[in-house]
């Protein structure tokens, strides 16, 4: 199966999951991208050359998972704890054939210039990594500078990163910086919208491209690997719902691209969770009403990041709809009946038998026997799709191996 794919709307769309662990700071990946490109026209740089570092500059925190680090960050200039991210960035795109080329410059993205000049690295690698480091640290003092407009920072933050020209900072980018930011256009386009409209035109710009299903795949491992890693309890979530739901197609006599985009569908699920701060997806109590609403408002970010990657419109609308009720009463558009289609009532019992049979923070995992109890009060209220459920409960416990098989084999702690 290969799928016409612009790569850059992919990267572009991606970003937009990484830019929502900032939760109350968001765009981070794409400012930076932005202002890395602004410095990247001082520098000579060609088309392709551009085009390699905007893209590592949108993917560059990928190895954070957590509110808690992203706010770690923005609020130090140079935390301590910062290249531990770095580290799973790198391994994390390394798993990737289509951007492995970008992991050498995420891992030196905290380096200091000081020490990464004399590394044996490309020095491509190390002008990228450098470049990116120190747009970042604008970012992170234009954050904690705590005023409305970006432009207001544009003194302070000059003067502060000139103070680190050779020690953090190449001399060279920080005199790329200081021309680029000359402009008040550059503080300007800081704020949302120029910023879209600017890297929506880089997207546009770019070509389409055979993808095949393998590569798909790779990418969206990235990305379930990221969310899954947001918290102990959800470790091997999306693998384990993207296993079961593409299996749940291939009993139910799905084709074999709807049976692959439900495992892609099922990877990419819970992408809208990153933007759920820490402290609610790890309480070990119920959810107050407040907190319930924010964790449900998960599957509309899902939707929000997948729905323009033109070639997976219907993996997007899956992922929208895996809380989607039967009987209309889920969320968030409340579609009910025929509305949801069968992909994507496979998607959501994957889900449902997926999490019941994981641990959680309010309950430990569950039996078989509680499981289908559980989905049988489903069924019964019109959650949801009983003949799926029948299918599960045919290959009951091959559901629950395939469910949980890989669980707590590769933990990654971002
Ligand atoms: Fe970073
Ligand atoms: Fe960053
Ligand atoms: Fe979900």
Redesign the pocket.
Known sequence: MKTEINLRQVVFSLSKALDLVGVDDMH?GKR?AFMAYSCAQHLNMDVHECDTLIQAAML??CGVSKTYTHKK?VTELDWSGSQSHCEIGEQLLLSCPVFSYLAPVIAYHHTHWDKLKDLDVPKAVKRDSNLIFLV?RVDALIAQQNIPEPIMARNIVREKIQSYSGTLFSPNLVDSFLEASNLSAFWLTLESEPLYDMLRQWVADGQNQMISFETLHSIAQIFAKIVDAKSPFTVEHSQGVARLAKQLAIWDEQSEEIANKLELAGLLHDLGKLRVPDEILEKPDKLNEIEFSVMQGHSFESHQILKDIKGLEDVALWCSQHHEKINGSGYPFKYKGEDISRPARILAVADVFQALAQNRPYRGSLQLEEIFSIMSDMIQSGNIDASLVNIVREHANECHRIALVEYAAEKLHI
Do not use: C, I, Y
């Open positions: 981070h930076v560059h925190d960050l970042d």
